[in-house]
């Protein structure tokens, strides 16, 4: 069955710093990857995916993602944090012909 | 700019009632999908459709049934609301057909429904 790990309930990280949420994933086949992200009293944004291909991966926001398939991570990184990153972020994963399994979710504050 | 509307951004109901949750899309997606969201458990899924009329179980469908009539329109249903059913409510809808089998787009989501059973 498939399933995603994010280990990190809270990232907390300065302005200007970089920022790496991370994620790791189960899956008997090849993975599709998404990460989505929820600012408060919103739903859910789509910020990147990886499906195949490069295994780096540019998103919204200024946010990329390094699929890594020998430590089955697809960690969401970002160069330069901004106050307003702060948001609850959510990594998940589907194999084809099958659902979408979201990780619990990881809070980024970003303080200044 | 693609939409997916719910039809409360909050709702507070009895123990025992009958709960109509709306979501609609304009993107004449063929695909929607109702999630519920707690804290330290993610989002999961309560049912899918992939056309109109049909409906596929999630991974928690227990006290919920759905209904598509037409391809814009998911509604979920709280046969007989729970305490253990107040949750953020999710609606979602993707591009693609046959279903699960187009899994490499993404999926747009609504605002939330935040549902309190008293």
């Known amino acids: 069955a498939q399933s995603v790990a994010q280990p990190e309930d809270q990232v907390n990280v300065a302005e200007g710093n970089p920022l790496t949420v991370k994620c790791t994933y189960s899956?008997?086949?090849?993975?599709?990857l998404f990460w989505y992200v929820q600012y408060p009293n919103r739903g859910l944004q789509f910020l990147l995916k990886y499906i195949t291909g490069d295994n780096l991966v540019k998103g919204s926001y200024g946010f990329e993602a390094e699929f890594n398939k020998s430590q089955t991570s697809f960690h969401l990184k970002k160069p330069s944090a901004l106050v307003s990153d702060s948001a609850l972020y959510f990594c998940?994963?589907?194999?084809?012909?099958?659902?979408?399994?979201f990780g619990a979710g990881t809070i980024l504050r970003v303080k200044s | 700019d693609v939409k997916v509307t719910q039809s409360s951004r909050y709702l507070v109901k009895r123990t025992g009632e009958k709960v109509f949750l709306e979501c609609v899309q304009d993107?004449?997606?063929?695909?929607m999908f109702w999630y519920r969201q707690d804290p330290g458990l993610g989002l999961r899924l309560i049912y899918f459709?992939?056309?109109?009329?049909?409906?596929e179980k999630g991974d928690i469908p227990e006290g919920y049934s759905v209904s598509r009539e037409k391809k814009e329109r998911f509604s979920l249903i709280l046969e007989s609301a729970s305490t253990n059913q107040t949750s953020m409510y999710l609606c979602?809808?993707?591009?693609?057909?046959?279903?699960?089998?187009?899994?490499?787009?993404?999926?747009?989501f609504g605002p939330g429904t935040r549902l309190t059973v008293l």
């Open positions: 899956v008997s086949g090849n993975p599709y």
């Open positions: 993107m004449d997606h063929e695909n």
């Open positions: 979602a809808s993707r591009s693609g057909t046959s279903g699960l089998l187009s899994s490499y787009n993404e999926q747009f």
């Open positions: 459709s992939y056309d109109v009329k049909m409906k």
């Open positions: 998940a994963v589907e194999e084809y012909g099958n659902k979408l399994v």
